[in-house]
């Protein structure tokens, strides 16, 4: 018999609500435990002896160092392979690379620009490839970003009383200002899943492009309560009884050069104290940002502010990563018994 086609993580599309809310959970566990001293057993040693690739074309700080310390963690070895150390792009292909790598490696974990060579990668590779950004999504931030949700905005359960299932975030209401990009994409996609409505301003020529609001759409099918998506170019409509205000930067790695068109077309997008009140968001709003920031995005006030949750948020990514990369570690029976994905 063949071997199982290996499963890819290109999109938080490729996952089912339970498998999202899985991770996240995962990720929260091995947060508690290894910060309170503790490593769990099964997470301890679970990549000794494998490789994995970490293909990055682009810049990266959360990205990079979380993937490389939760590889470590689990006793494995990160290969970091930057856009000048191998031939792919100058003197290979895609495919040749993705044959060639998943000979010798677990997983590929990778960052590239078009999401096509994330498809492209998967499409020829025997190991799983995860995409750790592309110019359409960015799933490891999307699970850390809903961790810090669910830190945020679910109660701890009762001691002694079991946690309730989910995540507890049905109906928290987020309001995304600025660029339609990679990660409110998947940030989208993650809140169809799990009920959170998402309200998004951008300015014009800058909206979600139609096929991605399909792929967005399409995510809440099946779902009980799907997550509402709403857009407006008016930021103060999006920020209505928002619970939390989220941005991300104008100019996107790749889109340097339509830097000062891109500042003029934000212009009034900033997110301000005073732009939170004038659109009414709730008293408590807290604000998220994926970084690296720019001031043109957040003032220094909210940015700085007790609201804000973004260093949360970055280091969220490194137990994100564990949690993710835990699942590359089982075999596909084994991680379907437990339910770990
Ligand atoms: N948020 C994020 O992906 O940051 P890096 O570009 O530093 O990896
Ligand atoms: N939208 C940004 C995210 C960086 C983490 C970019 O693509 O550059």
């Not at 701890?156 to 339609?180: N, Q």
């Not at 973004?310 to 835990?326: C, H, S």
């Amino acid at each position: 018999t063949s071997p199982l086609p290996p499963r890819h993580f290109l999109s938080i599309a490729d996952v089912t609500p339970s498998e999202l809310t899985t991770l996240v959970r995962n990720a929260q566990s091995y947060k508690n435990s290894i910060k309170s001293g503790s490593i769990p057993r099964h997470l301890l040693g679970s990549l000794t002896g494998k490789t994995i690739a970490m293909i990055f074309n682009k810049r990266s700080t959360r990205t990079r160092v979380s993937t490389e310390g939760a590889v470590v963690t689990m006793g494995g070895h990160p290969m970091f392979l930057g856009k000048d150390d191998i031939q792919l792009n100058v003197n290979e292909s895609l495919h040749d690379t993705a044959v060639v790598l998943s000979s010798m490696v677990s997983c590929v974990v990778a960052r590239v620009g078009p999401h096509s060579d994330i498809t492209g990668l998967a499409e020829s590779s025997t190991v799983p490839i995860i995409n750790a950004l592309s110019d359409d999504y960015h799933p490891l931030q999307t699970i850390a970003d809903i961790l810090t949700l669910h830190e945020t905005f679910h109660s701890s359960p009762t001691p002694g009383r079991s946690p309730t299932p989910g995540l507890g975030l049905k109906g928290l209401k987020l309001a995304w200002i600025g660029d339609a990009n990679n990660v409110l994409f998947d940030l989208a996609i993650g809140a169809r899943k799990l009920g959170i409505d998402l309200s998004v301003a951008s300015p014009k020529g800058h909206e979600i492009p139609k096929p991605m609001l399909e792929v967005i759409g399409q995510a809440g099918d099946s779902v009980e309560d799907a997550g509402r998506l709403f857009e407006t170019r008016v930021p103060e409509e999006a920020l209505k009884d928002a619970d939390v205000i989220l941005t991300d930067t104008w100019v996107s790695m790749g889109q340097e050069a339509e830097m000062t068109q891109r500042l003029r077309a934000f212009e009034g997008f900033q997110v301000t104290s005073e732009l939170a009140e004038r659109g009414g968001a709730k008293k408590d709003w807290k604000f998220m940002h994926c970084l690296p920031r720019h001031q043109e995005e957040v003032s220094d006030e909210v940015f700085y502010s007790p609201r804000s949750v973004v260093f949360q948020e970055a280091e969220n990514r490194l137990w994100a990563a564990i949690g993710k990369l835990n699942t590359m570690s089982r075999s596909e029976s084994q991680t379907r018994a437990d339910n770990i994905l």
